[in-house]
């Protein structure tokens, strides 16, 4: 059984920053995509940023520039490390992994979710 811990969530001001991470617990082989999808209250959850085994990376257009998505396979880690953070960015952040090789949904994993909040 695979378990997603999250970590790193909290409330900032805008133009801080934040770095979330998620260890595929439990996990054995390495999850060749890992990312992560947001979803801010009353809105569809969004991709933000996912990364794929040979570090293909894919992002949404309003986090370029600004956040950036990678791994450590060793620890089936994911990691987001998110700078110029904007009100707009405040959201629930989940966590997904997949064994294959995936650009979308469905996944095989997703987090829990921790709670970003961007102050202006």
């Known amino acids: 059984q695979v378990q997603l811990v999250e970590s790193g969530g909290g409330l900032v001001q805008a133009g801080g920053s934040l770095r979330l991470s998620c260890t595929a617990a439990?996990?054995?082989?390495?999850?060749?995509?890992m990312g992560w999808y947001r979803q801010a209250p009353g809105k569809q959850r969004e991709l933000v940023a996912v990364?794929?085994?040979?570090?293909?990376?894919n992002y949404a257009d309003s986090v370029k520039g600004r956040f950036t998505v990678s791994r450590d396979n060793t620890k089936n880690t994911v990691y987001l490390q998110m700078n110029s953070l904007k009100p707009e960015d405040t959201a629930v952040y989940y966590c997904?992994?997949?064994?294959?090789?995936?650009?979308?949904?469905?996944?095989?994993?997703w987090g829990q979710g921790t709670q970003v909040t961007v102050s202006s």
């Open positions: 439990g996990s054995f082989g390495i999850m060749n995509t």
């Open positions: 990364i794929i085994s040979g570090d293909s990376t």
């Open positions: 997904a992994v997949d064994r294959d090789r995936v650009y979308g949904p469905p996944y095989d994993y």
